[in-house]
């Protein structure tokens, strides 16, 4: 029988080894369903973007991400719904990605939705989400058809002319009640905006009305589109009408 005392290297073997049994009970007991006493519960998260594009492998793409990133974050609705924010996720697959907790959170929000237009299925989403919506405010039905038309007509315009676009339905509270339609594209741009929202004019065979339909629809319009940029237009319907 060996009474000689464990020499370092014998004690350093069985530590690992130990810790390596240890390490393999503990994976399959997670791996089983099992909870790990050491997993935080109940945590909070805070991004801070400058710090993450810091420790990121890929740095961003262009200096429009920083701001664009900063307004999701900080929740400054305001700031969020700034045309150049929509238009730039839109276009930049980075910003898109490392926004996507954050637009999920947003489109879990009561009282907005925001709706990604592909294609013909999404503009009945669409118009279907402006109506619901609307509809809490208690708009007649004549204006709950009044608005699903004019989000139709913007749905419509992103999926003929572009690549894709979001819309995004809010009811307003203050200063009065009524809702709020942003539709974003990254499109071409509208050449000649003014042209466009003559009276008759309309560059396909849908119901006739387009971008100066939606607005005779709306109580407030407006629009800005910049080549090679993509369009923004936002409309807003008050409840009791535009001097109500």
């Not at 503990?26 to 997993?39: E, I, V």
């Not at 925001?114 to 118009?127: L, N």
């Amino acid at each position: 029988m060996n009474k000689n005392p464990p020499t370092l290297g014998r004690i350093a073997a069985m530590v690992l080894f130990t810790l390596s049994v240890f390490g393999l009970l503990m994976f399959l007991w997670a791996s089983f369903g099992g909870t790990l006493p050491l997993r935080p519960e109940g945590y909070r998260f805070k991004a801070d973007f400058p710090e993450a594009f810091k420790a990121a492998s890929t740095p961003p793409p262009s200096e429009q991400c920083r701001p664009a990133l900063l307004a999701l974050s900080s929740g400054d609705r305001r700031r969020q719904r700034d045309p150049a924010v929509a238009r730039h996720l839109l276009g930049c697959g980075f910003c898109m990605r490392v926004s996507e907790p954050l637009l999920d959170r947003r489109q879990s929000r009561e009282e907005e939705v925001a709706v990604e237009i592909r294609g013909d299925p999404d503009i009945v989403r669409a118009r279907q989400a402006a109506r619901e919506l609307a509809s809490r405010l208690d708009f007649p039905v004549t204006e709950l058809t009044v608005i699903a038309t004019a989000v139709s007509e913007m749905a419509r315009n992103i999926v003929r002319f572009t690549s894709g676009g979001e819309i995004v339905v809010d009811l307003l509270r203050s200063p009065r009640a009524g809702i709020r339609i942003v539709a974003t594209d990254a499109g071409p741009g509208i050449g000649d905006v003014e042209r466009a929202l003559a009276d008759g004019y309309s560059t396909y065979d849908g119901l006739g009305l387009g971008l100066p339909g939606a607005r005779r629809l709306m109580d407030e319009f407006t629009i800005s589109s910049d080549p090679d940029q993509g369009t923004t237009v936002v409309m807003t319907k008050w409840l009791g009408g535009r001097h109500g």
